[in-house]
Nanobody
Framework: QVQLVESGGGLAQTGGSLRLSCATS????????VGWYRQAPGKERELVAF???????VYADSVKGRFTITRDTAKDTVDLQMTSLKPEDTAVYYC????????????WGQGTQVTVSS
């Protein structure tokens, strides 16, 4: 099993910044990707960004150039630096991890609320 614990959500103004952190633990040797996903009220959960074990990153078009995902292998954390925030970034942000051989995320954190005021 893999455990994921998010921190760092909160309230920001339009144009502001927030940093989210995901602490990972457990059977990490089989984890292929760790990423951030979000779900706004009334909408489906969507990909924000993920990072592969080899270090490659993938971003949703809506956050490219504004959000940066990074990994600290010494601390087993995956952070999401969010800048130039917009009201449409308001959502619950979840950390998700996917094992090798899986086609979808199979571990989720509890989520952290991000609210961007206009």
């Amino acid at each position: 099993q893999v455990q994921l614990v998010e921190s760092g959500g909160g309230l920001a103004q339009t144009g502001g910044s927030l940093r989210l952190s995901c602490a990972t633990s457990g059977r990490l040797f089989n984890v292929y990707t760790v990423g951030w996903y979000r779900q706004a009220p009334g909408k489906e959960r969507e990909l924000v960004a993920f990072i592969r074990k080899g270090g490659n990153t993938v971003y949703a078009d809506s956050v490219k150039g504004r959000f940066t995902i990074t990994r600290d292998t010494a601390k087993d954390t995956v952070d999401l630096q969010m800048t130039s925030l917009k009201p449409e970034d308001t959502a619950v942000y979840y950390c998700g991890a996917m094992d090798y051989g899986n086609m979808q995320v199979n571990y989720w954190g509890q989520g952290t609320q991000v609210t961007v005021s206009s």
